[in-house]
C-alpha cells in the first residue's frame, strides 16, 4: 500500500458527461501529479500541482481540469466526456520538497469507462 | 526532451533464470531514472532509481539495474525469476532541471512473463 488513495475505483458513464476523480497523497506530501494510462497512449503525464499551485502541465485536454485544496486531497475533473477519454487515471505524491530525485508513489487509480 | 524507449513489448522466461527487461534513454544532460512495476489491476509501485553514484543500483524484490553511459541504457534485473514477478514493468526518467515540473516520462512498458 503506498499511502495514497484514489476514489472512486471505477466510475462509467455516459459521452458528453462529467465527473470528477480524487485523489489523497501520502501524509506530508505537498507534491500531487495526474496521469492518464490508455492502451494507446501509454502512461501519460497530465498535470502537477504543488502545495496548492499548479507547478506543470503535460498532455492535458483543455476539457480537463484539476484543483488542489488545502487540505492537499486533489480532484481531476473531467468534461464533455468522449468514448477516447476511457482509461485508467493515477495520481502520485511525492515527498517535500518536490525534486527530482524523490520516487513518486502511485495511488491504485480509478478506471474509467465512457459508453 | 528526455525521453525513454522500452524496446521489447514482452519477455519470457523460465523460473529461476536470470532476467533482463531493456530500457535506453535520451536524455539532454544526466539522467534521472526510474523503474517501476504494475502487477494487475494495481497501481505503479516503484523499484529503483538512479540518480548519481554507483552505475549498479539495487532495488526492491531482489530487482538491480545497470546504468550505462556509453550505452544510454538502464536495463532492469534479476538473478532469478520468480512467477510472482511476471507484470508490466516501466522505465522513466524525469527532467533534472524541472521540466515539466518533474513529472516522470514513461516508457510503453514491458510485460514480463514467467512461467514454472
Known amino acids: 500500500d503506498s499511502g495514497v488513495t484514489q476514489t472512486p475505483k471505477h466510475l462509467i458513464t455516459a459521452t458528453g458527461q462529467r465527473v470528477t476523480l480524487r485523489c489523497s497523497p501520502r501524509?506530508?506530501?505537498?507534491?500531487v501529479y495526474w496521469y492518464q494510462q490508455s492502451l494507446d497512449q501509454g502512461l501519460q503525464f497530465l498535470i502537477h500541482?504543488?502545495?496548492?499551485?499548479?507547478?506543470a502541465k503535460g498532455n492535458i485536454l483543455e476539457r480537463f481540469s484539476a484543483q488542489q485544496f488545502p487540505d492537499l486531497h486533489s480532484e481531476l475533473n473531467l468534461s464533455s466526456l468522449e468514448l477516447g477519454d476511457s482509461a485508467l487515471y493515477f495520481c502520485a505524491s511525492s515527498v517535500v520538497p518536490a525534486s527530482s530525485y524523490n520516487e513518486q508513489f502511485f495511488g491504485p487509480g480509478t478506471r474509467l469507462t465512457v459508453l | 526532451a528526455q525521453s525513454v524507449a522500452q524496446p521489447e513489448d514482452q519477455v519470457n522466461v523460465a523460473e529461476g533464470n536470470p532476467l533482463t527487461v531493456k530500457c535506453t534513454y535520451s536524455v539532454s544532460g544526466n539522467p534521472y531514472l526510474f523503474w517501476y512495476v504494475q502487477y494487475p489491476n494495481r497501481g505503479l509501485q516503484f523499484l529503483l532509481k538512479y540518480i548519481t553514484g554507483d552505475n549498479l543500483v539495487k532495488g526492491s524484490y531482489g530487482f538491480e539495474a545497470e546504468f550505462n553511459k556509453s550505452q544510454t541504457s538502464f536495463h532492469l534485473k534479476k538473478p532469478s525469476a520468480l512467477v510472482s514477478d511476471s507484470a508490466l514493468y516501466f522505465c522513466?526518467?524525469?527532467?533534472?532541471?524541472?521540466?515539466?515540473?518533474?513529472?516522470?516520462?514513461f516508457g510503453k512498458g514491458t510485460s514480463l512473463l514467467v512461467t514454472p
Open positions: 501524509s506530508g506530501d505537498l507534491s
Open positions: 500541482y504543488y502545495n496548492g499551485e499548479e507547478r
Open positions: 522513466a526518467v524525469r527532467d533534472p532541471a524541472g521540466g515539466s515540473g518533474y513529472a516522470l516520462n
